[in-house]
C-alpha cells in the first residue's frame, strides 16, 4: 500500500500535578501546556519566528552553590514524569567555543569585553543550534543560568549596559526565569561541602575586591545579588528564597510552572 505521509500516534502529555502522587484526572481535559507567546529581546534568530516556537523554555539562575543542579534535576524527573520531552542548556555548553572559553580562562589572558564576547559567542552557538532547535520541536528546555548572569557579571565590571542588552538582543524571552537568591555566607558553605573551593571566577578575584578569597566571595556575591534585584525590574524574573529546604524550593518552583505553563492554580 502506497503510503503518503506517516502517522504517528502522540498521547499528549498530562499537566504536572505539583505534589505527586495524585489521582490523574479521569475526564479528557485538554492535557497540554498552554500557549505562552514567544518574543525575542531584541533582534533574535534571523529566519527561526518565536511564534514558532512551541515548546517552553525555563531558567534557573543562582550563584555557585545556590542549587541550581539540584533544582534542575527534580524538574527534569517531574517534567519527564508527566510525559514531557526535555533538553538542559548550561553556560560554556556549546560545542562551538566552550573548550577555549575555558582556556582562556583558565589563563586570564582575555580583556573583560573579549571574555564577554566570548560567552557571547558560547551562548549564541546554543541559542541558535540547541535551545530554538528544541523549542521547535515542542520540548521543554532547562536552561542552567541564562543571559542574566552574564549580564550581571558584566555590570559589575563596568561593561555597559546598553551595549549588553543589545549583544543579548539574540535572546528568547524565556518562558519563566527562577533566581535562587543565597546568602554568600551559605554559599560558601555550600561550596566548601561540595568541593572544598571556591572557584577564582566565582569569587570576583580579577575585580581586586580582596586578596582573601572568602572576603572577596561575599563581597562579590553581594555585588551580584544587587545587580539580579535590579535585572528583576526590568526582566521580571521570580526571585527564590533559595536558603530554604530544597523540597520546599521545589514545591515553590513546580507551583509556579504549573500555573504559568498549565495553567493551574
Ligand atoms: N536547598 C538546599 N539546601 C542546602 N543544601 C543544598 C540545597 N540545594 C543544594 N544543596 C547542596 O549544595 C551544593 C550545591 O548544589 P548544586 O545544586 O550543585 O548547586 P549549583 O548547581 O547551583 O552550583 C550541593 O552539595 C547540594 O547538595
Ligand atoms: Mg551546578
Known sequence: ???????????????????????????????VPRRTPKRYYGHGVPGIPADTLS?????????????????????VAWLESHGHGTVQVGLKRSSLVRE???RAQAGNILSRTTLSLFYATDFADQIENVILPALKAGFMVLA?????????????????????????????APDVVFYLEVSPEELVQRNFAKSHALDYWESGMDLGLSRDMFDSFVQYQ??????????????????????????????????????????QR
Open 55 to 75: 515548546g517552553k523554555l525555563i531558567v534557573v539562575e543562582g550563584a555557585d552553590g545556590s542549587g541550581r543542579s539540584t533544582q534542575i534535576a527534580r524538574l
Open 144 to 172: 542552567d543560568r541564562y543571559i542574566y548572569t552574564l549580564m550581571a557579571r558584566d555590570i559589575v565590571r563596568g561593561i555597559d549596559e546598553v551595549w549588553l542588552r543589545n549583544l543579548y538582543g539574540i535572546a528568547l
Open 100 to 102: 577555549e572559553l575555558e
Open 222 to 263: 553581594r555585588l551580584i545579588i544587587e545587580q539580579f534585584r535590579r535585572l528583576q525590574r526590568t526582566y521580571a524574573f521570580t526571585i527564590v528564597n533559595g536558603d530554604r529546604s530544597a523540597d520546599e524550593i521545589s514545591r515553590e518552583l513546580q507551583q509556579k510552572i504549573a500555573t504559568v505553563l498549565f495553567g
Open 1 to 31: 500500500m502506497p503510503r503518503s505521509k506517516v502517522t504517528r500516534t502522540v498521547s499528549a502529555p498530562a499537566p504536572c500535578s505539583v505534589d505527586e502522587p495524585r489521582p490523574r484526572p479521569r475526564a479528557a481535559r485538554v492535557p
